[in-house]
């Protein structure tokens, strides 16, 4: 009985893995048709793609999952489920980022679309992507940093540059951590929901648009839901009863194609680090 276990975790694992890498080529490959062409050659370009997990509550996991694998048109091509790691990632391009990639160390940036300039011949790809770390991105009117980033001279640093994890073709995928769904609602005094607010208060979207949130920040709208200014907006998805939910399943699926993923996915707040 242990061995029959053990062969179906790691089939399991071996398929969720499968899974991933097929899902992420599928993105790149989605990216890249809807980003304009740069350049004469397919050798002009490098493109930075990250992803964010949502970890899914152990405690809602089945039902959770019941509801993804019903509906799983819903999750469009920037996201996928991980059930090894019990959560949501949600790629993008890395818009506006800084690696070191000049001759003498130089900041060089990506464009909205993620992509950085390179000659590298694909063979060298491999080499050139593990010390191609993300460094950071520019401060502007829409993007500040959070607690937890470096703002110096202009620039939003991240307090540990992001490592490539992989490679697919021209491009570099990186993992940029956790991404959390507010806690909206009252606490009812559970300490860990106060914790949940300072912590979104100090490192949540709001903080890192100037006090804005990400809808009033980059004019997104979806107008399922009643809008409020002084929330994250990561609940008026695409099937959204515009409940607000601090737990259960639901919260999961009514951030789907919210205000707050549609930023996520368009690269506005990979430097947000909750």
């Known amino acids: ?15 969720s893995s499968v899974n991933i890498a097929t899902f992420e080529e ?9 980003s304009p062409l740069v350049g004469s050659s397919n050798t002009s370009t490098v493109t930075l793609v990250g992803y964010k997990s949502i970890a899914i509550d152990p405690d809602h996991v089945a039902d959770f999952e019941k509801d993804y ?28 980022a ?4 000049g001759p003498r160390g130089e900041h060089v940036e990506a464009d909205l679309f993620g992509r950085i300039p ?9 080499v050139l992507g593990r010390g191609l770390h993300v460094l950071g991105r520019r401060r502007t009117d829409q993007v500040t940093g959070v607690e937890g980033n470096i703002v110096r001279d202009g620039v939003i640093y991240l307090s540990e540059p992001a ?4 490679h697919v073709g021209r491009a570099i995928v990186y993992d940029f951590g956790a991404k959390a769904l507010h806690s909206h609602g009252e606490s009812h005094g559970h300490p860990h929901v106060d914790k949940a607010k300072r912590e979104e208060a100090k490192k949540g979207c709001l903080a890192n648009h100037g006090g804005k949130n990400c809808s ?9 839901c009643t809008m409020n200014p002084n929330t994250c907006m990561d609940y008026n998805g695409l099937v959204t009863d515009c409940k607000n939910y601090s737990s259960g399943w639901k919260k999961y699926r009514n951030f789907v194609d919210s205000d707050c993923d549609v930023s996520l996915g368009k690269g506005h707040c990979w430097n947000e680090v909750m």
Not at 6 to 13: I, K, Q, R
Not at 81 to 96: I, K, L, S
Not at 163 to 166: A, E, G, H, L, M
Request: aromatic fraction near 10%; charged fraction near 20%; proline fraction near 4%.
């Open 1 to 15: 009985m242990k061995l029959i276990t053990s062969f179906a975790l790691l089939s399991l694992t071996s398929a």
């Open 26 to 34: 599928h993105f790149i490959n989605s990216l890249a048709s809807r």
């Open 69 to 96: 694998y019903d509906n799983l048109s819903l999750w469009g091509d920037n996201r996928v489920y991980d059930r090894q790691a019990r959560a949501v990632r949600v790629y993008f391009p890395v818009a506006g």
């Open 98 to 101: 800084l690696v070191g990639l």
């Open 118 to 126: 390179s000659d590298h011949a694909d063979e060298n790809l491999p």
């Open 163 to 166: 490592k490539p994890v992989r």
């Open 216 to 224: 009033k920040a980059y004019g997104i709208n979806k107008g399922r």
